[in-house]
């Protein structure tokens, strides 16, 4: 049975709230992961698991988050994103919106692309695939 | 000096769950200052009870070859005091190992009774840091942890 966008935020915001010690009502759909809920990167892996638990669901390395992306010169110049880049970002983080990112394609902003949302929209495509 | 907080596992079932006790002296230096009057066992050495506990259950999981580093205290929560001729005892559960890391659930108990929780999350550091190289040694697990668990892998009657 397909599950609703609304049940889905409701349990990664439950995974949230625990991995991050952060009050419910932070967790906000625009609320960035690190900039503004405080995560640091270990923090990841923790959010992936407990994800991984609550939805029953297998996220593998890499697909949530683009490894051998910006260690990559063909993908990164002087800190920003070349067009090769983006459209690799594009292509493997599908659940994420990059309108506004692809303005200005640093490097260390791709943090900021990791809101509350992103991570609902990737849950969602995974369980109701 | 030996930094080891763990006595004697008492229990230990490779890749699920481990217990370990520690038997609290009075002998013990650092517990003559925290306090003089009132020495009580400091929580953060439980936690460090605990992490060595879970940490020795998680490196055994992948045979010692992983260097295993604390990376997170997701919950460290005890609702009494440990004092001089109690034994504490670190139950640790793995709930998730994959390449790159660990979780574990744990409970801390004193003289059987439920004190204290607490969950860690564990980094394999050599799958976890974007190439930089650590020495070939593993660091992390001397002999002397290895002696400690040593009692539970060896195999027929040996």
Same mark, same amino acid.
């Not at chain 1, 659940?95 to 990059?98: A, K």
């Not at chain 2, 580093?69 to 997701?74: E, F, G, N, V, Y």
């Given at each position: 049975m397909p599950m609703s966008e609304a049940e889905v935020f409701e349990k990664v915001k439950e995974a949230l709230v625990e991995a991050? =010690?952060?009050?419910?009502?932070?967790?906000?759909?625009?609320?960035?992961?690190?900039?503004?809920?405080?995560?640091? =990167?270990i923090d990841l892996l923790d959010i992936i698991f407990r994800l991984e638990k609550a939805f029953n669901i297998k996220i593998p390395r890499g697909e949530l988050m683009p490894d051998n992306?910006?260690?990559n010169p063909e993908f990164v110049q002087n800190g920003v994103l070349t067009a090769a880049g983006v459209a690799q970002l594009k292509a493997s983080m599908p659940?994420?919106?990059?309108t506004e990112f692809e303005q200005d394609p640093q490097v260390n902003k791709i943090m900021d692309l990791f809101t509350v949302q992103t991570l609902v929209s990737y849950a969602s495509s995974k369980v109701n695939q | 000096m030996r930094w080891i907080w763990i006595d004697r596992f008492t229990e230990f079932e490779p890749g699920r769950k481990a217990t370990a006790v520690k038997n609290v002296s009075l002998a013990e230096e650092h517990l003559h200052d925290h306090w003089e009057a009132f020495p009580i066992m400091p929580v953060s050495l439980m936690v460090e009870g605990m992490a060595q506990t879970a940490g020795i259950l998680v490196g055994q999981a992948r045979d010692f070859k992983e260097k295993v580093?604390? &990376?997170?205290? &997701?919950k460290a929560e005890f609702s009494d005091i440990v004092v001089p001729g109690d034994q504490v005892a670190y139950h640790a559960e793995i709930q998730t190992i994959t390449a790159d890391a660990a979780v574990t659930a744990g409970t801390v108990t004193c003289n059987g009774k439920p004190i204290g929780t607490v969950d860690l999350m564990f980094s394999h550091i050599d799958q976890n840091m974007a190439g930089v190289k650590f020495p070939e040694e593993n660091f992390v697990f001397t002999g002397q942890f290895e002696r400690l668990v040593a009692p539970f892998l060896e195999t027929g009657g040996g």
């Open positions: 991050l =010690s952060v009050d419910e009502d932070e967790v906000q759909p625009e609320a960035k992961i690190f900039a503004d809920l405080g995560a640091e =990167s992306l910006l260690n659940h994420v919106n990059l | 580093i604390l &990376a997170k205290i &997701a």
